[in-house]
């Protein structure tokens, strides 16, 4: 019988962009804080951008992660992607949100579908998906969570 090479994994770290100071302390009280925050940084893309937003306890918002980034109408974002980041986060919950380049903030069926996966991988992980956000250029947004699909 011979033995064959083990890999133990000694540590999983997260690399840390240093733009912290732009949300740190920043608080989602409401539909309109989620919308805000995620325009800021994703609503001028000229591709679909996929941006998780992690939150503690007290919704505190600890940590942003684009998950994705895909084509001009299209982003495949699997709950694995999203999910891992907030696990290596410590998050409570979290905000997923991305944006249409077209200007339309209209959910499709495949921003439904995710919405659902992610909401469903996250209760098996015990971390609450809060809302899905669409945002836009033009400064339209259409929550998921409002719409019923949450």
Known sequence: MELTAIFEV???KQEIRETKELYENYVIRSLFDAQDLAASYIAGEDREVFLVMMLNTKNQVI???????GSLNASVV????????A???????????????????????????????????????????????????????????????L
């Not at 940590?63 to 980034?69: D, Q, T, W």
């Not at 699997?78 to 980041?85: A, E, G, Y």
């Not at 609450?128 to 400064?139: M, S």
């Open 10 to 12: 000694i540590r999983i």
């Open 63 to 69: 940590g942003l992660h684009r998950a994705h980034v």
């Open 78 to 85: 699997h709950p694995r992607d999203v999910l891992k980041c």
């Open 87 to 149: 696990i290596l986060n410590n998050a409570n919950s979290i905000i997923v949100s991305h944006q249409h380049p077209s200007g339309d903030p209209t959910p499709s069926r495949e921003d439904i579908d995710v919405t659902k996966r992610l909401a469903e991988a996250g209760r098996l992980l015990g971390i609450e998906v809060l809302d899905h956000v669409i945002v836009t250029h033009t400064g339209k947004h259409v929550s998921l969570k409002e719409k019923g699909y």
